[in-house]
């Protein structure tokens, strides 16, 4: 619900209207935000594969790839102006689609 708030997209199409005048600002969005929520997910992914539970190769690769499913196109279709924000319906079958289809591809083989 959050990254696809108003003031959160306000804040995201800022940043990405300013990025070019300011990569310090974009560097700096990106650390404590989408960087930081990647780097903690690849963390606890590594962590998941040292039990075995799940086989990857580099965890900050996949934890990447993941997040952009669960962003899916939903997020650039609502920056863009296309269509408003998804229902909690919409959002929790976009969720379960990507953490199921995510799951399927990381299992032990």
Known sequence: DVYMSPSVLGIYRIIITEAGRFPDLA???????PGRTTAHLAKVLQAAADRKEIQIGDPLLVAGHFVGMIRDNLHLQVVLGLRPPPTEGEAQATVASAVALFLNGVRPR
């Not at 560097?27 to 935000?33: A, I």
Request: charge should be positive; charged fraction near 45%.
């Open 27 to 33: 560097r700096v969005f990106y650390e404590k935000g």
